[in-house]
């Protein structure tokens, strides 16, 4: 099984109703040790970090083609400890409420990713953001670049 490494990060200017973007790196060392890479961002009018830290991750994820052990790189807690603390399995557990028994935001990502995660084999790693880490820069300037861009989606998912 092929390894890849995904780093991803998320941005939004005014965060919780600014506009934001994500970024996300792939990354795969082939058998002759040369490095492919792919780059990946969108910028939307109006969204949170949170959505914007989810959807690199499901952006990096759907883009590859068959199984994979993946490891995700991200400066985002809200994202690694979904997975690293199990929230994911106490919200599952619970009928997607937290332990306050309020909905979990942003449902419809969250289970998205989770269908991006199926064929693979998924670990998560929390790095320090801004931190001269070159591949979470890379992913700050791809998302930040995307939230200032000209072209912005809609976000039409959850609640803001």
Known sequence: MMHVKLYTDGAARGNPEG??????VLQYVDAKGNL??????AGYRRTTNNRMELMGVITG????????HVTVISDSKYVTDAFNQNWIGSW????????????????????RLLHAMEPHQVEFQWI??????????RCDALATGAADGEVLLEDDGGAL
């Open 19 to 24: 506009p934001g973007g994500y970024g996300a």
């Open 61 to 68: 994820l759907e883009a590859l083609t068959k199984p994979c």
């Open 128 to 137: 320090k953001g801004h931190h001269g880490h070159p591949e979470n820069e």
């Open 36 to 41: 492919h890479e792919r780059e990946f961002s």
């Open 92 to 111: 599952l557990k619970n009928g997607w409420k937290t332990s306050t028994k309020k909905p979990v935001k942003n449902i419809e990502l969250w289970q």
